[in-house]
């Protein structure tokens, strides 16, 4: 194993150890965690597993209604119901169509990658994104492709109508505007990082669009123009995405830290330190004076919205990746410990919690893990170690140890990419 003080006493200043782009280098081992966000329609909670099922569950007693079994895992994204239909996507590339009632399948579409995000169905229109680097847009009636919108990297975000214009992040650091009619590319927006959005934008002020990525900043971009307005920089990358709630815009940063910013202006009106240092969650959820969500601690809080005062807390049996959602008095999410829960939203008591059909959570690396690395070493260090070891040695390409996770995805790939889609 290559050792830069031992083998070439390299001065630290020489050697910088740059993050690439967050990508998944390891794949999830089988398992029935929940990351998925919890969806309410006529009293009864819906979800998705990483054991693959579609889950319906009755609000108020926590009994199954129904089970559906995708082909693959479901990850972060949420169903969508709309229109009496209940919307969900799986890691095997598909997109699937359930009553809500019975759980039957009433169709299914598939693509080239897998989805990781939830759809999203304006009209007649399902919009979605997929690890295939595309964006698309399909008819829910005739299941035909509308439109396709392809960038440089993964789409692992949920495209967002809002009036005229579809907003999605990529992989690629971008974040896009669209047009919802055609795909047509409206503007772009470079961020430094790639950008994980798993569930409906619900973050805009006025004409501000608000938005984490792992670039450890929160921008507030014109919704017309894709000019930044404002960003705010956190000490870790952010993947439960923010949430605007009236002139207020709440998040959780990896830092550790649960931010309240003015919308308008991106300036920090308070923080929240969570337990245990380094912790990052789910997209938050504010009702009446109250805002609610789950930490990567596996604490659940509900703080003050106004002070971000602790009311209470709840410990949970893993990580919480998951966006709570309400019903009445009840507030729910879902666990790595392949739980979803019910608790009493005034005091945090359990009401009750229900089990995914594996109980084993499924593997979860470190995030030390979670991304690749690069080493950049200076000419003239190389140059010097050229003439110590001999003209072929390349530093750069040094033998690195890695463990059995750290492969790289078959969906991790450079391209080129145009700025419109070829399929228009």
Same mark, same amino acid.
């Not at 031992?6 to 965690?33: A, H, M, P």
């Not at 609000?59 to 079994?69: I, N, S, T, Y």
């Given at each position: 194993?290559?050792?830069?003080? /031992?083998?070439?006493?390299?001065? *630290?200043? %020489?050697?910088?150890?740059?993050?690439?782009?967050?990508?998944?280098?390891?794949?999830?081992?089988?398992?029935?965690?929940?990351? $998925?966000?919890?969806?309410?329609?006529?009293?009864?909670?819906?979800?998705?597993?990483?054991?693959?099922?579609?889950?319906?569950?009755?609000?108020?007693?926590?009994? *199954?209604?129904?089970?559906?079994?995708?082909?693959?895992?479901?990850?972060?994204?949420?169903?969508?119901?709309?229109?009496?239909?209940?919307?969900?996507?799986?890691?095997?590339?598909?997109?699937?169509?359930?009553?809500?009632?019975?759980?039957?399948?009433?169709?299914?579409?598939? &693509?080239?990658?897998?989805?990781?995000?939830?759809?999203?169905?304006?009209?007649?229109?399902? @919009?979605?994104?997929?690890?295939?680097?595309?964006?698309?847009?399909?008819?829910?009636?005739?299941?035909?492709?509308?439109?396709?919108?392809?960038?440089?990297?993964?789409?692992?975000?949920?495209?967002?109508?809002?009036?005229?214009?579809?907003?999605?992040?990529? @992989?690629?650091?971008?974040?896009?505007?669209?047009?919802?009619?055609?795909?047509?590319?409206?503007?772009?927006?470079?961020?430094?990082?790639?950008?994980?959005?798993?569930?409906?934008?619900?973050?805009?002020?006025?004409?501000?669009?608000?938005?984490?990525?792992?670039?450890?900043?929160?921008?507030?971009?014109?919704?017309?123009?894709?000019?930044?307005? #404002?960003?705010? /920089?956190?000490?870790?990358?952010?993947?439960?995405?923010?949430?605007?709630?009236?002139? &207020?815009?709440?998040?959780?940063?990896?830092?550790?830290?649960?931010?309240?910013?003015?919308?308008?202006?991106?300036?920090?009106?308070?923080?929240?330190?969570?337990?245990?240092?380094?912790?990052?969650?789910?997209?938050? *959820?504010?009702?009446?004076?109250?805002?609610?969500?789950?930490?990567?601690?596996?604490?659940?809080?509900?703080?003050?919205?106004?002070?971000?005062?602790?009311?209470?807390?709840?410990?949970?049996?893993?990580?919480?990746?998951?966006?709570? $959602?309400?019903?009445?008095? *009840?507030?729910?999410?879902?666990?790595?410990?392949?739980?979803?829960?019910?608790?009493?939203?005034?005091?945090?008591?359990?009401?009750?919690?229900?089990?995914? %059909?594996?109980?084993?959570?499924?593997?979860?690396?470190?995030?030390?893990? #979670?991304?690749?690395?690069?080493?950049?070493?200076?000419?003239?260090?190389?140059?010097?170690?050229?003439?110590?070891?001999?003209?072929?040695?390349?530093?750069?390409?040094?033998?690195?140890?890695?463990?059995?996770?750290?492969?790289?995805?078959?969906?991790?790939?450079?391209?080129?990419?145009?700025?419109? %889609?070829?399929?228009?």
């Amino acid at each position: 194993m290559f050792e830069f003080d /031992r083998d070439f006493e390299l001065e *630290l200043s %020489s050697v910088e150890l740059k993050r690439k782009n967050f990508t998944q280098i390891w794949k999830y081992g089988e398992g029935g965690s929940v990351s $998925s966000s919890p969806i309410l329609y006529d009293g009864v909670v819906y979800f998705g597993s990483m054991d693959h099922y579609v889950y319906a569950v009755e609000c108020e007693a926590g009994k *199954l209604v129904w089970k559906f079994k995708t082909g693959g895992q479901i990850s972060d994204g949420s169903p969508f119901v709309a229109d009496g239909v209940v919307y969900a996507g799986s890691y095997d590339g598909k997109i699937y169509a359930l009553d809500p009632k019975t759980g039957k399948e009433l169709w299914q579409y598939k &693509v080239g990658g897998e989805i990781f995000a939830s759809p999203f169905i304006s009209g007649r229109r399902v @919009y979605f994104g997929s690890r295939d680097r595309s964006v698309y847009c399909i008819d829910k009636n005739t299941r035909r492709e509308i439109w396709r919108f392809q960038t440089g990297g993964e789409v692992c975000c949920c495209p967002t109508v809002i009036g005229k214009a579809v907003y999605v992040g990529s @992989y690629d650091g971008n974040f896009y505007c669209l047009g919802a009619e055609t795909g047509e590319e409206i503007w772009r927006f470079k961020t430094g990082q790639n950008l994980m959005i798993a569930l409906p934008l619900l973050t805009h002020f006025r004409n501000l669009v608000c938005f984490g990525s792992m670039d450890s900043n929160v921008y507030g971009l014109d919704m017309e123009t894709g000019k930044e307005v #404002w960003r705010f /920089r956190t000490g870790g990358w952010i993947i439960g995405q923010p949430s605007v709630f009236g002139d &207020v815009v709440y998040f959780i940063s990896q830092d550790g830290f649960f931010y309240s910013l003015h919308a308008d202006s991106g300036q920090e009106k308070w923080r929240f330190r969570v337990e245990g240092g380094e912790s990052d969650g789910g997209s938050p *959820l504010v009702h009446g004076d109250v805002v609610y969500f789950g930490s990567s601690n596996g604490n659940f809080y509900a703080l003050d919205k106004h002070t971000g005062e602790q009311i209470w807390r709840f410990r949970a049996g893993d990580v919480i990746f998951s966006t709570p $959602s309400i019903y009445k008095n *009840l507030i729910f999410f879902g666990c790595w410990d392949c739980h979803v829960y019910c608790l009493d939203i005034k005091n945090g008591k359990e009401v009750w919690r229900f089990q995914t %059909s594996i109980k084993t959570p499924c593997y979860l690396p470190p995030p030390s893990q #979670w991304f690749e690395f690069e080493v950049d070493i200076k000419e003239e260090e190389q140059e010097l170690a050229r003439r110590e070891y001999g003209k072929n040695v390349d530093v750069t390409q040094a033998e690195t140890m890695e463990s059995e996770y750290s492969f790289k995805s078959e969906y991790h790939f450079k391209s080129e990419y145009h700025t419109k %889609s070829e399929y228009r």
